[in-house]
């Protein structure tokens, strides 16, 4: 059974295991598609508490209220094998790619700009 606070209990024929959800030190990331998206080059904690991960198949953002968008393409081009990713004092973020993507791209307020 779960409890409201995401601990888990667990009745067994040896008694009642406790598992503390908010001590879990550790969470995986992935998505299930596999492939290139789970290929992470860069991480990048934003002040407004989403984390963004630059990947090979793209860009992916963890949302700070548990969703997630995903980026492969903006403004036309092919976001792929993104190498850096930076946020400016306005809290637009930068991203680059030493090997795929020329130039550099920022996401600010909902839109892309080359």
Avoid: C, K
Wanted: net charge negative.
């Amino acid at each position: 059974m779960f409890r409201s606070n995401g601990d888990l209990l667990l009745a067994t024929a040896d008694g009642v295991w406790l598992h503390h959800m908010a001590n879990t030190t550790w969470e995986r990331w992935y998505t299930t598609s596999g492939g290139a998206r789970n290929r992470i080059v860069e991480i990048l904690p934003a002040s407004n508490g989403d984390v963004w991960l630059g990947t090979d198949g793209g860009v992916e953002v963890r949302h700070a209220d548990g969703s997630v968008s995903w980026y492969e393409q903006a403004l036309g081009r092919d976001l792929r094998i993104i190498t850096d990713l930076s946020e400016d004092p306005e809290g637009g973020i930068w991203i680059s790619s030493g090997a795929y993507l020329e130039g550099a791209m920022r996401f600010h307020r909902g839109q892309w700009r080359f």
